[in-house]
Nanobody
Framework: QVQLVESGGGLVQPGGSMRLSCATS????????TGWYRQAPGKQRELVAALTSDGRANYADSVKGRFTISRDNANNTVNLQMNSLKPEDTAVYYC?????WGQGTQVTVSS
């Protein structure tokens, strides 16, 4: 079973950028569905962005135009580039590489 290690979280000011990476323990070429989810305090986990192996991307309305999900099959990573960050983007972000979840990484957007 694939293991996931997330990195790139932390504190950023509103309007700033951050890149999250999810390193997997094996090839993701054959894995159809990958995604990033987030969970804010007191809220349910929600989809942020998803990307399939055939290149279909799906984004939450709240992040469209600001976030970009990508897959690096050569390095077995799934990445999330986050731009124009807002305080409401603050949450724990989880990588999902079907059917395994990452441990989560905290993203805090605050001045």
């Amino acid at each position: 079973q694939v293991q996931l290690v997330e990195s790139g979280g932390g504190l950023v000011q509103p309007g700033g950028s951050m890149r999250l990476s999810c390193a997997t323990s094996r090839s993701i070429v054959s894995i159809y569905y990958t995604g990033w989810y987030r969970q804010a305090p007191g809220k349910q986990r929600e989809l942020v962005a998803a990307l399939t192996s055939d290149g279909r991307a799906n984004y939450a309305d709240s992040v469209k135009g600001r976030f970009t999900i990508s897959r690096d099959n050569a390095n077995n990573t799934v990445n999330l580039q986050m731009n124009s960050l807002k305080p409401e983007d603050t949450a724990v972000y989880y990588c999902y590489v079907g059917p395994v979840w990452g441990q989560g990484t905290q993203v805090t957007v605050s001045s």
